[in-house]
């Protein structure tokens, strides 16, 4: 089963904008991840965020984790056309095998 | 470094035959991972193995699914006998002691 629901499901915006995704999961968490799958790619890692961490950047990437409503959202700043692709969020419950969400695919139009 | 390698890429077969996939990890990652990915949907995983042994393959359909990691090294997963539900994307994953996963390409599954 899905542990994670993100949403928006799908979402289109203008080259330059900001793209916000967010993430809900169910049980606790050792970590989350963020991931990128861009289209007849593989799965690449974007992001970890520690369950006693509350923000994380990377680049151009802004991650933050609320345990207490047990959601995470993913800021992508000034998108580009390459930033195209689905977006997983993935949680590892300390087993370290991750149960995705279901991923919001993001359409940056240039 | 090289990445995570599989084979095939793509593979059709019709439904009641058998089919297996090969996965190739990073070279000295002790943790490999199989994921079915249906479309539209996130990766699920089926098997996780640590080294040679299982550590969890408890939503591995295990009537027609099995898979094997000899000498802790490559791996594979074999489906017989294939149903149309299990056309999808099966994804091999490795990790070492850091818990981000590298993915392999994928192979497609359709089931006719």
């Known amino acids: 089963s899905q542990q994670g629901e993100e949403d928006p499901q799908a979402l289109s915006i203008q080259e330059g904008e900001n793209a916000t995704m967010n993430c809900s999961y169910k049980t606790s968490i050792n970590n989350l991840q963020w991931y990128r799958q861009n289209s007849g790619r593989g799965l690449v890692h974007l992001i970890l965020i520690r369950s006693n961490e509350r923000e994380k950047h990377s680049g151009r990437l802004r991650v933050t984790l609320d345990t207490s409503k047990k959601s995470s959202s993913l800021l992508i700043t000034a998108s580009r056309a390459a930033d195209t692709a689905s977006y997983f969020c993935?949680?590892?419950?300390?087993?370290?095998?991750?149960?995705f969400g279901s991923g919001t695919r993001l359409q940056v139009q240039p | 470094e090289a990445g995570v390698a599989q084979s095939p890429r793509y593979k059709i077969i019709e439904k009641r035959q058998s089919v297996a996939f090969w996965c190739n990890p990073i070279?000295?990652?002790?943790?490999l991972y199989w994921y079915q990915q249906i479309l539209g949907q996130g990766p699920k995983l089926l098997i996780q193995f640590q080294n040679n042994g299982v550590v969890d393959d408890s939503q591995l359909p295990k009537d027609r699914f099995s898979a094997e990691r000899l000498k802790g090294v490559d791996s594979t997963l074999k489906i017989q006998p294939a149903k149309l539900e299990d056309s999808a994307v099966y994804l091999c994953?490795?990790?070492?002691?850091?818990?981000?996963?590298?993915f392999g390409p994928g192979t497609r599954l359709t089931v006719t």
């Open positions: 994953a490795s990790s070492e002691e850091a818990y981000e996963q590298y």
């Open positions: 993935a949680t590892d419950g300390g087993r370290r095998a991750l149960t």
């Open positions: 070279s000295g990652h002790a943790t």
